[in-house]
């Protein structure tokens, strides 16, 4: 009785469009009331508990790395560096939009803030060249995705948190996928280009990349810093963010010297009401998988998908559809928090590592990103650009067709992601 009133109430509210974090909260207390054998201090404690990691610190740390980043005059220095390595091709505004939101994802973990970030300088620059405007919040929300994919990753660090995973590995693993995602954006954003006979920005030139390259160069440290830690052993995922901080305040206080004394508490202000969103969530989701795993529900829904097949294929094809579909209706965080302990207890059925996994559940997730009514990156394109959520829609089915063919090769292909993940210490 409580596993029904507890998933029904949590389908109820998402459906009259309450909050996220409120309807997971809401729904968890109904299923403590329900159930009547706790009480209702336990939500606090769990929340609390669900919050208190070492994982979960990077989580803000990065969030306020990307506030950071912009802030520090940064955004326009990678930009430029993209221009000069992708400008020369067919519609190259949309080609150096993909490309600065590839950079961008190394830094922030966010495809919100990435889209945001890149989006608020490149959307009005590609309408102002002729693009037309729903193409424009397309290309940049399908750019924007990229962000959790290429490390950092906030859904990887969830996915570690809550699997016990090496966050590290995870990190590498991401690294290959989130570039053949990045090259096929590139390549279907240029083909649309040229039929559309979108113009190139820039001629190539070795001395233009060369240039940019050095304004650019400690921009791009932040990543270099971040992968480069993590990947030989100096230090964690957590500690790499906050070197990030320290490395990304240096940079932007007295190097391009865009930020200064003063900024600092709004920096801090905008960083933790940016991080402290996410947080809520995990901590009221914290509460609902305790009681799910109370009543056993993840082994049981498990249970259910292996009563339909026990092919991995079969089986991974269908997670990946759950994944999908949950991913066009509920937040990322969320669906994480909700979704993984059923999909981690068919691992052994699927016979594939769990770094594998992470990465497919995060490309689902990313995925969800572009579809309506809940894809974020959508939302955050058309909130700049100015264009209501259906013509974006529209406009993105050709990326989402190429994401789908990706996602597939991520899933069967296990060299892509296992490759670098194996070179880093658990």
């Not at 067919?90 to 990435?114: E, Q």
């Not at 397309?138 to 959790?148: F, L």
């Not at 939302?379 to 996602?407: E, H, M, Q, T």
């Amino acid at each position: 009785m409580t596993t029904e009133i507890l998933l029904l109430s949590l389908l109820f509210l998402f459906v009259i469009n309450t909050p996220i974090a409120i309807s997971i909260g809401m729904a968890s207390i109904l299923g403590i009331l329900i159930k009547g054998d706790f009480p209702l201090m336990m939500v606090v404690q769990r929340m609390f508990g669900g919050i208190d990691s070492f994982h979960l610190m990077a989580v803000p740390l990065f969030m306020f790395v990307g506030v950071i980043m912009e802030a520090g005059g940064i955004s326009r220095r990678i930009i430029d560096f993209a221009n000069a390595l992708v400008g020369w091709l067919p519609g190259g505004l949309a080609a150096v939009t993909i490309v600065s939101a590839m950079f961008f994802a190394g830094i922030s973990g966010s495809a919100a803030a990435d889209t945001a970030a890149v989006g608020a300088i490149l959307i009005p620059a590609m309408k102002n060249s002729g693009y037309e405007s729903d193409f424009a919040a397309a290309v940049q929300a399908s750019g924007g995705s990229i962000g959790v994919i290429i490390p950092p990753s906030i859904p990887m660090i969830i996915f570690g948190f809550l699997t016990g995973v090496s966050i590290g590995q995870l990190f590498a693993g991401g690294i290959l996928p989130g570039v053949l995602i990045g090259i096929t954006l590139v390549g279907v954003s240029t083909y649309i280009s040229w039929k559309k006979g979108y113009a190139a920005t820039t001629p190539f030139s070795m001395t233009q990349v060369w240039y940019n390259f050095k304004r650019a160069i400690l921009a791009l440290g932040t990543p270099v810093i971040i992968l480069g830690g993590i990947l030989f052993g100096i230090f964690t995922a957590t500690e790499s963010a906050a070197v990030a901080v320290v490395y990304a305040l240096f940079v932007g206080m007295f190097v391009y010297k865009k930020i200064k004394v003063k900024d600092l508490v709004r920096l801090f202000r905008d960083g933790a009401i940016t991080s402290s969103i996410v947080m809520f969530i995990i901590a009221t989701a914290s509460i609902f998988s305790w009681i799910a795993a109370i009543e056993d529900i993840p082994a049981s829904l498990a249970g259910s998908l292996l009563g339909m097949t026990q092919n991995p294929v079969m089986l991974l094809l269908i997670i990946n559809l759950i994944l999908l579909i949950a991913g066009t209706f509920v937040e990322t965080t969320a669906a994480l928090i909700l979704l993984v302990p059923m999909i981690t207890a068919m691992v052994s059925t699927l016979g594939i590592d769990m770094i594998q996994l992470g990465v497919i559940v995060v490309t689902n997730l990313a995925i969800g990103m572009l579809t309506p009514p809940m894809g974020i990156c959508l939302i955050v394109s058309g909130a700049i650009s100015g264009d209501n959520l259906a013509a974006i829609s529209r406009r993105i089915v050709p990326f989402l067709a190429l994401l789908l063919i990706d996602l597939l090769i991520i899933t069967f292909y296990s060299p892509l992601t296992m490759w670098l993940a194996r070179m880093v210490a658990k």
